[in-house]
């Protein structure tokens, strides 16, 4: 308000607009989980018309452009220095480029079901791996007990006592391993590019490029042209990519912001739940007693082992 205008009393003063409310924060984690868990049956029907690393390429290009989108709405630019991009090609590769496509790879032999709830196990690994590679990581005797529980989980929906009957081992493998890849790519971030100064949006933005030009290297070596394009794959690697990827990880990071990591984090824990669900009720997949019991046993020991000792 003026000099002149605050001398005379306005009959009404001009409102100002009020900014565009943002969408409640419980609903966008809710969909965040419902994008998360239904990522898993995109993988196995995009599976069912391409190979798996040509799923991978297809997923982290379209995700790669939503980031770019994004980028160019805020007006971010591209991280420089030399060694930030190293540390980012590292990074690419143990978060996207290899447990991306060892998911596609496992889904050709076991369900979408298993391949979530596999998923759920990254807490897990998460936390024995941070007891060894972060020093201010202090283990806990509950934090012990929730990693002991949550494998004991992990034996259950594997059906251990049977011998493993009926499992496929190189596709459980291959979906445990990409959970673990997770973990141990985020330790790396954390040491190397925690301090880099770059934003969120800059490094995910050039993190995901990395990763599509190292899938747009490997893809051809490993897989022909694709002889046709079948329409309902087709959607789900562009629905896997855009919204499993690229807007997920917007979603992720605005929950960051408002309600902190530790809320945010705890989608991991209803991604089993609906990718289960999902795989029963649109794929058909079959459902013993022990998938879910064991399930509930991996989000109980993966809850616990979050548990951290209060300050003083």
């Not at 809710?30 to 069912?48: N, Y």
């Not at 998911?103 to 941070?130: D, Q, R």
């Not at 329409?231 to 990071?253: C, E, H, I, S």
Request: contains cysteine; charged residues 10%; hydrophobic residues 55%.
């Amino acid at each position: 308000m003026t000099t002149a205008t605050a001398s005379r009393r306005p009959a009404a003063a001009p409102a100002r607009p009020r900014p565009r409310a943002r969408l409640d924060w419980r609903l966008r984690f809710a969909a965040l989980s419902l994008i998360w868990g239904f990522s898993f049956l995109l993988i196995k029907v995009g599976t069912d018309g391409y190979a798996p690393f040509q799923v991978t390429l297809g997923r982290l290009a379209f995700g790669t452009a939503v980031l770019a989108a994004a980028m160019l709405v805020k007006r971010e630019r591209l991280p420089r220095g030399a060694r930030t991009w190293g540390h980012l090609a590292v990074a690419a590769f143990l978060l996207n480029s290899l447990p991306f496509s060892l998911f596609a790879y496992s889904e050709l032999t076991i369900p979408s079901t298993l391949a979530g709830i596999c998923n759920a196990t990254s807490p897990l690994w998460g936390m024995a791996l941070s007891l060894v590679a972060l020093s201010e990581d202090r283990p806990t005797r509950v934090r012990v007990a929730g990693l002991g529980i949550g494998f004991l989980g992990v034996l259950t929906v594997l059906g251990a006592w049977q011998g493993f009957q009926g499992l496929d081992a190189t596709g459980t493998a291959m979906a445990l391993l990409a959970s673990l890849s997770y973990p141990i790519g985020w330790i790396y971030v954390r040491r190397t590019l925690a301090a880099s100064g770059e934003s969120h949006l800059s490094l995910t933005g050039a993190q995901l490029l990395l990763a599509t030009v190292q899938l747009a290297v490997v893809t051809p070596l490993f897989t022909s042209l694709p002889t046709r394009f079948p329409l309902l794959p087709l959607v789900a690697v562009v629905a896997l990519g855009a919204l499993g990827t690229g807007l997920a990880v917007l979603m992720q990071y605005g929950l960051v912001d408002e309600v902190g990591p530790t809320t945010a984090q705890m989608v991991t824990y209803f991604i089993p739940v609906i990718a289960t669900a999902a795989g029963v009720a649109l794929l058909g997949e079959s459902l013993s007693w022990s998938t879910p019991v064991g399930a509930v046993v991996v989000l109980a020991g993966a809850a616990l082992a979050q548990v951290r000792r209060k300050s003083a």
